[in-house]
């Protein structure tokens, strides 16, 4: 048995734990590799199933706690600074947001399964309204299905976990860079896919004062209101057609192709 193996066999528990609470606190540290591990070492009888599950839900309970009550207290300032720090913060609140329309707190159940969203159900559902009590039985539940699902595929898939474990053990020290290489060549070219993005944003962009000055200038730019309807608190531009990001393919036809179209989010 390596190194590796030999400390996940008598630091497992507590390891899992930390390692769940700091994913599920919003650090970059995937919880995949250790809970199929931990689910093939359960396999061969080196750790107790049931506490890998219990481990696994005290770190994403603790950690979602924390963010549900962030979520109550701060709203969106808090889910504006979880959207700074993630590798994809144009889009994370709007498929969360989108989330909880259709499923509402239900979406706690798949929400652990699904990049982003992950991060942000927590804190949309404290900023929602949602009762603690239902949100811990939703959450409770969806961490349940999430550590099942990868743990019992470490579990039934222990012999290929296992052989795969020995072929690293083999590359050694050559693993490590090569993973560590993969993983900075992917953040770089999200960091890069997203100063692209930010940069044809800043070339079509238009400020509050320039727009007033087009509408005391007689032109009539069309003003498409892409913010979500079920957003508390939020009214329409006046003037300006309401159409949800998610529905522009649908309603293309009712955007006009004679004049200026700015579109408006938050």
Known sequence: MGETAEFVVHHGYALLFVWVLAEQGALPLPSIPLLLACGALARSGQLNPVLVIVSGMAGCLLADNLWFQLGRLRGARILSFLCRISLE???????????????????????????????????????SGTSLARFLWFDALGALLWLLAYCGLGYAFSGEIERVGRYAMRMGSGLVVLLATLLGAWILWKYLQRRRFLHKLAVARITPAELRRQLDDGEAPTIIDLRSAHQPGVASLPGALRIAIEDLAQRHADIPRDRDVILFCS
């Open 89 to 127: 913060p144009d889009s994370c609140v709007r498929q969360t947001e989108n989330a909880f329309q259709k499923y509402g707190v239900r979406s706690l159940l798949i929400s652990k399964f699904v990049p982003g969203l992950n991060a942000l159900a927590a804190p949309m559902a404290g900023s």
